[in-house]
């Protein structure tokens, strides 16, 4: 959909491990971006790309790191998750607004136990 | 920092009934975006207003921008059960790329 892939879909993951979660375009778009989703919060930035190896933070940063060594790939890392972690995750691309602005990705689901 | 509130955050409506979202975001900014999501699923592209008094209309649903009063609208007209689901506006940078959500509205409309 849109050329944006996130993978993986669900996981399942311990207290303390690291987890890469991938997100994937194929229409070379600048900006990438990931949020997350909880309940009564809607969709909060976390991090965003402006190019390869441009990076900056959004409003939910701390415990995440993220990567852009190519155009199509932008990188969501959590270096030791916690169980405050636990949410689902979008990535984003911005595109025309002729075409609706932004497209999410289909969303990852991490659990944190 | 950006703020965006809409309100009502939860809406119970019956079938046939009209009703009305709104948006309040906190800067001047003249681009504002309306979503879709049904449970477990991604986001959908609803509307995109770039400009003040902007109005847009798919179906039963019609967005409008007032950049004065910092105020979206998304006008639900003669509502059908499939209409239900979580409606978010967001507020797009003007001088940046980064948009900013608000808390989502829950739809629900009866039969």
């Known amino acids: 959909d849109a050329g944006i892939t996130q993978s993986p879909r669900h996981k399942v993951t311990e207290t303390g491990t690291p987890v890469t979660l991938r997100c994937h375009q194929t229409?070379?778009?600048?900006?990438m971006y990931w949020y997350r989703q909880d309940p009564g919060h809607g969709l909060r930035l976390i991090h965003y790309s402006y190019g390869v190896k441009d990076t900056d933070k959004g409003e939910v940063s701390d415990g995440y790191s993220v990567s852009r060594s190519k155009t199509e790939d932008f990188l969501l890392t959590l270096e030791s998750a916690t169980s405050s972690q636990t949410s689902v995750y979008f990535c984003?691309?911005?595109?025309?607004?002729?075409?609706?602005?932004?497209?999410f990705g289909s969303g990852t689901r991490l659990t944190v136990v | 920092e950006l703020k965006v509130e809409q309100n009502p955050l939860f809406l119970s409506m019956q079938e046939g009934k009209n009703y009305t979202i709104y948006c309040n975001y906190s800067?001047?900014?003249?681009?504002l975006y309306w979503y879709r999501q049904d449970p477990g699923k991604s986001l959908e592209s609803l509307f995109v207003?770039?400009?003040?008094?902007a109005v847009k209309q798919e179906g039963r649903l019609m967005a409008s921008l007032d950049t004065k009063a910092r105020l979206s609208t998304l006008h639900i007209t003669a509502a059908v059960h499939d209409l239900s689901a979580t409606y978010f506006c967001a507020e797009g940078e003007t001088s940046g790329s980064r948009l900013t959500f608000g808390e989502g509205t829950q739809l629900t409309v009866n039969p």
């Open positions: 229409e070379n778009h600048r900006y």
């Open positions: 207003l770039l400009s003040n008094g």
């Open positions: 800067t001047t900014s003249d681009r």
């Open positions: 984003a691309i911005k595109g025309q607004a002729s075409s609706g602005g932004y497209t």
